[in-house]
Protein backbone atom coordinates (compact mmCIF):
# COMPACT_ATOMS: atom_id res chain seq x y z
CA UNK A 1 0.00 0.00 0.00
CA UNK A 2 1.27 3.69 -1.03
CA UNK A 3 0.08 6.92 0.18
CA UNK A 4 -1.08 8.63 -2.75
CA UNK A 5 -2.90 12.05 -1.83
CA UNK A 6 -5.39 14.07 -0.12
CA UNK A 7 -8.23 15.91 -2.09
CA UNK A 8 -9.02 19.73 -1.12
CA UNK A 9 -12.44 21.43 -2.49
CA UNK A 10 -11.52 24.75 -3.85
CA UNK A 11 -14.22 26.82 -4.67
CA UNK A 12 -11.52 29.19 -6.41
CA UNK A 13 -9.05 27.86 -8.68
CA UNK A 14 -6.81 30.74 -9.13
CA UNK A 15 -6.75 31.49 -5.69
CA UNK A 16 -5.90 27.89 -4.63
CA UNK A 17 -3.55 27.43 -6.75
CA UNK A 18 -1.81 30.73 -6.67
CA UNK A 19 -1.68 30.16 -2.68
CA UNK A 20 -0.26 26.51 -3.03
CA UNK A 21 2.36 27.37 -5.94
CA UNK A 22 3.30 30.92 -5.99
CA UNK A 23 3.35 31.43 -1.71
CA UNK A 24 3.54 27.83 -0.56
CA UNK A 25 5.89 26.53 -2.85
CA UNK A 26 4.33 23.76 -4.01
CA UNK A 27 4.75 22.63 -8.05
CA UNK A 28 2.03 21.66 -10.06
CA UNK A 29 2.69 18.39 -11.45
CA UNK A 30 -0.95 17.94 -13.73
CA UNK A 31 -3.85 19.14 -14.39
CA UNK A 32 -7.06 17.15 -16.08
CA UNK A 33 -9.77 19.16 -17.25
CA UNK A 34 -13.06 16.46 -17.06
CA UNK A 35 -16.19 18.82 -19.15
CA UNK A 36 -18.90 16.34 -19.11
CA UNK A 37 -18.30 16.34 -15.07
CA UNK A 38 -17.70 19.62 -14.75
CA UNK A 39 -14.56 19.94 -12.68
CA UNK A 40 -11.35 20.31 -12.52
CA UNK A 41 -8.37 18.66 -10.76
CA UNK A 42 -4.79 19.81 -10.19
CA UNK A 43 -2.00 17.82 -8.22
CA UNK A 44 0.24 19.57 -6.35
CA UNK A 45 3.92 18.17 -4.95
CA UNK A 46 6.38 19.42 -2.72
CA UNK A 47 9.12 20.54 -4.75
CA UNK A 48 11.80 18.24 -3.23
CA UNK A 49 9.44 15.53 -3.74
CA UNK A 50 7.44 15.48 -6.81
CA UNK A 51 7.22 11.76 -6.81
CA UNK A 52 5.80 11.42 -3.01
CA UNK A 53 2.24 12.25 -1.93
CA UNK A 54 0.72 15.15 -3.52
CA UNK A 55 -2.60 17.29 -2.77
CA UNK A 56 -5.32 17.08 -5.16
CA UNK A 57 -7.16 20.52 -5.62
CA UNK A 58 -11.16 19.57 -6.87
CA UNK A 59 -12.33 22.53 -8.27
CA UNK A 60 -16.22 22.01 -9.41
CA UNK A 61 -17.38 24.61 -12.02
CA UNK A 62 -20.56 25.11 -11.13
CA UNK A 63 -19.80 25.41 -6.56
CA UNK A 64 -20.91 29.12 -6.14
CA UNK A 65 -21.16 28.52 -2.37
CA UNK A 66 -18.55 27.85 0.04
CA UNK A 67 -17.73 24.37 1.13
CA UNK A 68 -18.49 23.59 4.71
CA UNK A 69 -15.43 22.86 7.02
CA UNK A 70 -16.00 19.40 7.68
CA UNK A 71 -14.34 18.55 11.63
CA UNK A 72 -13.05 15.13 9.69
CA UNK A 73 -10.36 17.12 8.64
CA UNK A 74 -7.55 18.44 10.52
CA UNK A 75 -4.44 20.31 8.34
CA UNK A 76 -1.85 19.29 5.52
CA UNK A 77 1.80 19.10 7.33
CA UNK A 78 5.13 19.86 5.38
CA UNK A 79 8.37 19.86 6.75
CA UNK A 80 10.29 23.04 5.43
CA UNK A 81 14.05 23.60 5.91
CA UNK A 82 13.79 26.76 8.27
CA UNK A 83 10.84 27.92 9.50
CA UNK A 84 12.00 31.33 9.81
CA UNK A 85 12.86 31.67 6.28
CA UNK A 86 9.51 29.90 4.83
CA UNK A 87 7.38 31.91 7.37
CA UNK A 88 8.97 35.11 6.50
CA UNK A 89 8.31 34.56 3.03
CA UNK A 90 5.06 33.90 3.07
CA UNK A 91 4.33 36.93 5.55
CA UNK A 92 5.95 39.25 2.54
CA UNK A 93 3.56 37.35 0.05
CA UNK A 94 0.61 38.45 2.17
CA UNK A 95 -0.63 35.12 4.00
CA UNK A 96 -1.39 35.45 7.59
CA UNK A 97 0.43 32.75 10.63
CA UNK A 98 -2.36 31.86 12.13
CA UNK A 99 0.12 30.00 14.69
CA UNK A 100 3.36 31.65 14.37
CA UNK A 101 6.33 29.98 15.05
CA UNK A 102 7.54 31.42 18.77
CA UNK A 103 9.30 27.57 19.29
CA UNK A 104 11.39 27.33 16.57
CA UNK A 105 9.77 24.77 15.59
CA UNK A 106 6.18 24.93 14.29
CA UNK A 107 3.69 27.13 12.26
CA UNK A 108 0.06 26.86 10.83
CA UNK A 109 -1.39 29.16 7.91
CA UNK A 110 -4.92 28.25 6.15
CA UNK A 111 -5.35 28.60 2.08
CA UNK A 112 -8.32 30.55 0.56
CA UNK A 113 -10.41 28.03 1.35
CA UNK A 114 -9.35 28.74 4.92
CA UNK A 115 -7.72 24.31 4.83
CA UNK A 116 -5.08 24.57 7.58
CA UNK A 117 -1.45 24.03 6.58
CA UNK A 118 1.02 23.03 9.20
CA UNK A 119 4.98 23.92 8.70
CA UNK A 120 7.33 22.16 10.74
CA UNK A 121 10.74 22.66 10.97
CA UNK A 122 13.14 19.95 9.74
CA UNK A 123 15.15 18.24 12.31
CA UNK A 124 15.58 20.05 15.77
CA UNK A 125 13.52 23.33 16.37
CA UNK A 126 15.50 26.61 16.26
CA UNK A 127 16.47 28.97 18.39
CA UNK A 128 13.06 31.37 19.44
CA UNK A 129 13.81 34.55 17.12
CA UNK A 130 12.29 37.91 16.88
CA UNK A 131 9.63 38.85 15.22
CA UNK A 132 8.08 35.74 15.73
CA UNK A 133 8.58 34.72 19.17
CA UNK A 134 6.66 37.57 20.00
CA UNK A 135 3.73 37.17 17.48
CA UNK A 136 0.13 36.25 19.00
CA UNK A 137 -1.95 33.42 17.35
CA UNK A 138 -4.81 34.81 15.03
CA UNK A 139 -7.94 32.79 14.56
CA UNK A 140 -8.12 29.23 14.68
CA UNK A 141 -5.97 26.70 12.57
Not at 8 to 33: I, K, N, P
Not at 71 to 82: P, Q
Not at 112 to 132: K, N
Request: aromatic fraction near 10%; glycine fraction near 8%.
Amino acid sequence: MRYLHTMLRVRDLDAAVHFFVHQLGLVETRRREHAAGRFTLVFLAAPDDVDGPEVELTYNWDQADPYDTGRFFGHLAFEVSDIYATCTRLLEAGVTLHRPPRDGRMAFVKSPDGHSVELLQRGEALAPALPFSELPNIGSW
